[in-house]
């Protein structure tokens, strides 16, 4: 956004923004189009702002508390086959986010929700946003009791105000944070297990034997495995996170295309290979430390996992429990100023749509933050399994027809805008086609979840989520002929092409991407005036709208 003088432009401005929002560092084009002048990083840069997110001990816990519940194979086999789903719906979300340098609360609009519709996938991130930011609080937490002796709750507070001010200045830190620990971070993650195995010959061993409190003790049973991985699968909106990210890649060329698709691919879906990995050793180093003399119900907390880690290293003494907290911090601080920076951007996308108004990201984080840490003092680490098993049919559902929007219904069906519109003034408020998938998909598997079509069904229920989501994408959208995608004619005018446009609301300077025309206010308006805007009722989307001013093609646009 530029600072241009309001008074230059062809009238008085009409909205006024406080200071957290005309500022871009603080503001980070959280409801807009990043522009290509603030997209400034190198693809190098971005990638590993992007990898550091997943800098998270979740990965571990999680796979600690599969291993015990579920023993090792079921453990193993979720694992994998929910990293492998997570790959492939990762893939196009990534690249059209990267594409078209939208979040994926802007793509989701786009890609068959609607403009309101997609105030629920709004929850539904947001709500993935301050679990996991509560589950990383709690790791963090543990860690400060056991080396510093700090009562739990006390340790929640403190976790969760660090966090804040390190959020507040966007992508502007974060690059620079998550690129400048990611070295020491990677060293500290692979020298516990690469140590374990070249200590301990028995190792793999255990592992693989490990029952934990399985049924089916460590060998194979389909419901468990099921169950497993519909936790695992809990995952997979993730890739908004990465999308987050994404949305700051420099524009692709000839010259920089596979060091581009390197990046997006890496950044994007690549982030489960990492993820899933880190599950593994979670389930491996609950064995470890449970041979180690921790008691089974504590296995899946990662300052244990670590403490007996680093003791094959250090010795069992002063210097391992050190190193493991230092670790665990450093995680926790890399992961949860994504979760907190991803949650601001949700909410406030969120509530620009239903209140009109947009106070600031910044105030958003305090209300992200604030819901994790009740989270976190109503002990949610205690019944992290039904959290994770319950919330992963419903993101599974979204993430589904999501994709099946961008893989079938845009380039096969071509029933789906082939760009990604996501400004209000193009939109129906609601699209059955993603909206409608998504809520039939999640209503089957959430009464499968509970019991409802019997014990596969339950167990299988997130399977159920994404089969329902993807098959029903494309249906609907056949039997609406694609009709809820785009609410009036664009209205693009051949010969007038400008790079930056001043909006007739603000004032201030936006590049094309981010203007429309509007009949209401009888010029070009940037999409943040337009949905903040309760007076214009959508008048530019009846029948008997004016023409609205505009500036190319959709080409011009969007490539």
Same mark, same amino acid.
């Given at each position: 956004?530029?600072?241009?003088?309001?008074?230059?432009?062809?009238?008085?401005?009409?909205?006024?923004?406080?200071?957290?929002?005309?500022?871009?560092?603080?503001?980070?084009?959280?409801?807009?189009?990043?522009p290509k002048s603030f997209r400034t990083w190198s693809q190098y840069a971005v990638f590993s702002a992007a990898l550091g997110g997943i800098?998270?001990?979740?990965?571990?816990?999680?796979?600690?508390?599969?291993?015990?519940?579920?023993?090792?194979?079921?453990?193993?086999?979720?694992?994998?086959?929910?990293?492998?789903?997570?790959?492939?719906?990762?893939?196009?979300?990534?690249?059209?986010?990267?594409?078209?340098?939208?979040?994926?609360?802007?793509?989701?609009?786009?890609?068959?929700?609607?403009?309101?519709?997609?105030?629920?996938?709004?929850?539904?991130?947001?709500?993935?946003?301050?679990?996991?930011?509560?589950?990383?609080?709690?790791?963090?937490?543990?860690?400060?009791?056991?080396?510093?002796?700090?009562?739990?709750?006390?340790?929640?507070?403190?976790?969760?105000?660090?966090?804040?001010?390190?959020?507040?200045?966007?992508?502007?830190?974060?690059?620079?944070?998550?690129?400048?620990?990611?070295?020491?971070?990677?060293?500290?993650?692979?020298?516990?297990?690469?140590?374990?195995?070249?200590?301990?010959?028995?190792?793999?061993?255990?592992?693989?034997?490990?029952?934990?409190?399985?049924?089916?003790?460590?060998?194979?049973?389909?419901?468990?495995?099921?169950?497993?991985?519909?936790?695992?699968?809990?995952?997979?909106?993730?890739?908004?996170?990465?999308?987050?990210?994404?949305?700051?890649?420099?524009?692709?060329?000839?010259?920089?295309?596979?060091?581009?698709?390197?990046?997006?691919?890496?950044?994007?879906?690549?982030?489960?290979?990492?993820?899933?990995?880190?599950?593994?050793?979670?389930?491996?180093?609950?064995?470890?430390?449970?041979?180690?003399?921790?008691?089974?119900?504590?296995?899946?907390?990662?300052?244990?996992?670590?403490?007996?880690?680093?003791?094959?290293?250090?010795?069992?003494?002063?210097?391992?429990?050190?190193?493991?907290?230092?670790?665990?911090?450093?995680?926790?601080?890399? *992961?949860?100023?994504?979760?907190?920076? %991803?949650?601001? $951007?949700?909410?406030? #996308?969120? +509530? /620009?749509? &239903?209140? @009109?108004?947009?106070?600031?990201?910044?105030?958003? *984080?305090?209300?992200?933050?604030?819901? %994790?840490?009740? $989270?976190?003092?109503? #002990?949610? +680490? /205690?019944? &992290?399994? @039904?959290?994770?098993?319950?919330?992963?049919?419903?993101?599974?559902?979204?993430?589904?027809?999501?994709?099946?929007?961008?893989?079938? #219904?845009?380039?096969?069906?071509?029933?789906?805008?082939?760009?990604?519109?996501?400004?209000?003034?193009?939109?129906?408020?609601?699209?059955?086609?993603?909206?409608?998938?998504?809520?039939?998909?999640?209503?089957?598997?959430?009464?499968?979840?509970?019991?409802?079509?019997?014990?596969?069904?339950?167990?299988?229920?997130?399977?159920?989520?994404?089969?329902?989501?993807?098959?029903?994408?494309?249906?609907?959208?056949?039997?609406?002929?694609?009709?809820?995608?785009?609410?009036?004619?664009?209205?693009?005018?051949?010969?007038?092409?400008?790079?930056?446009?001043?909006?007739?609301?603000?004032?201030?300077?936006?590049?094309?991407?981010?203007?429309?025309?509007?009949?209401?206010?009888?010029?070009?308006?940037?999409?943040?005036?337009?949905?903040?805007?309760?007076?214009?009722?959508?008048?530019?989307?009846?029948?008997?709208?004016?023409?609205?001013?505009?500036?190319?093609?959709?080409?011009?646009?969007?490539?």
């Amino acid at each position: 956004m530029s600072t241009t003088n309001p008074a230059t432009s062809s009238g008085p401005p009409r909205r006024k923004f406080n200071k957290l929002v005309s500022n871009p560092v603080f503001e980070d084009y959280s409801l807009r189009y990043a522009p290509k002048s603030f997209r400034t990083w190198s693809q190098y840069a971005v990638f590993s702002a992007a990898l550091g997110g997943i800098a998270y001990l979740a990965d571990q816990a999680i796979g600690g508390s599969l291993a015990v519940q579920y023993g090792f194979t079921n453990a193993f086999w979720g694992i994998i086959a929910a990293a492998t789903i997570i790959f492939l719906t990762g893939i196009p979300i990534a690249y059209y986010c990267a594409k078209y340098n939208v979040d994926v609360d802007l793509l989701t609009r786009g890609a068959g929700f609607g403009y309101l519709g997609s105030t629920i996938t709004s929850v539904i991130y947001a709500s993935f946003t301050f679990i996991f930011f509560a589950l990383e609080g709690s790791i963090m937490a543990q860690a400060f009791n056991l080396y510093f002796g700090i009562p739990l709750p006390i340790g929640y507070a403190i976790g969760s105000l660090m966090i804040i001010p390190l959020v507040a200045f966007g992508m502007t830190l974060l690059s620079k944070l998550q690129v400048w620990t990611q070295p020491i971070w990677l060293t500290l993650l692979f020298a516990p297990p690469i140590a374990v195995l070249a200590i301990d010959p028995h190792a793999i061993s255990n592992w693989t034997s490990f029952a934990g409190s399985s049924p089916s003790g460590s060998g194979f049973n389909p419901l468990l495995f099921g169950s497993a991985a519909g936790i695992a699968l809990s995952l997979i909106a993730q890739i908004g996170e990465q999308a987050d990210y994404l949305r700051f890649m420099p524009d692709k060329t000839k010259k920089s295309s596979f060091g581009w698709w390197l990046a997006v691919l890496g950044a994007g879906p690549g982030w489960v290979i990492l993820g899933a990995a880190k599950q593994l050793m979670g389930s491996f180093f609950a064995s470890v430390a449970v041979a180690h003399g921790t008691p089974l119900a504590k296995a899946n907390e990662p300052i244990q996992m670590y403490h007996a880690g680093f003791t094959y290293i250090l010795g069992a003494g002063f210097a391992a429990i050190s190193v493991a907290t230092f670790f665990v911090i450093l995680s926790q601080i890399k *992961i949860n100023v994504t979760n907190a920076y %991803s949650g601001s $951007l949700s909410w406030s #996308n969120f +509530f /620009s749509r &239903l209140l @009109h108004a947009h106070p600031g990201r910044v105030v958003y *984080i305090f209300f992200n933050v604030g819901i %994790s840490l009740t $989270l976190m003092e109503l #002990n949610m +680490f /205690s019944f &992290l399994g @039904h959290i994770l098993g319950f919330y992963s049919n419903v993101a599974v559902a979204w993430i589904g027809a999501v994709t099946a929007d961008l893989v079938i #219904n845009k380039p096969i069906l071509k029933l789906s805008p082939s760009y990604v519109e996501f400004k209000r003034a193009h939109l129906f408020n609601f699209n059955p086609v993603g909206f409608g998938s998504m809520m039939i998909a999640s209503t089957i598997s959430v009464l499968a979840f509970f019991g409802a079509f019997g014990e596969y069904a339950q167990a299988y229920s997130a399977f159920i989520a994404l089969g329902v989501a993807f098959i029903l994408s494309p249906v609907i959208a056949i039997v609406t002929k694609g009709k809820y995608y785009i609410a009036r004619d664009a209205n693009y005018h051949a010969g007038v092409h400008h790079d930056t446009m001043n909006c007739v609301a603000c004032g201030f300077e936006y590049e094309k991407q981010d203007m429309t025309g509007c009949p209401f206010h009888k010029g070009n308006i940037c999409s943040l005036c337009c949905s903040l805007d309760s007076a214009c009722h959508d008048e530019c989307k009846k029948p008997h709208a004016e023409p609205a001013l505009s500036y190319g093609t959709p080409a011009d646009l969007n490539h």
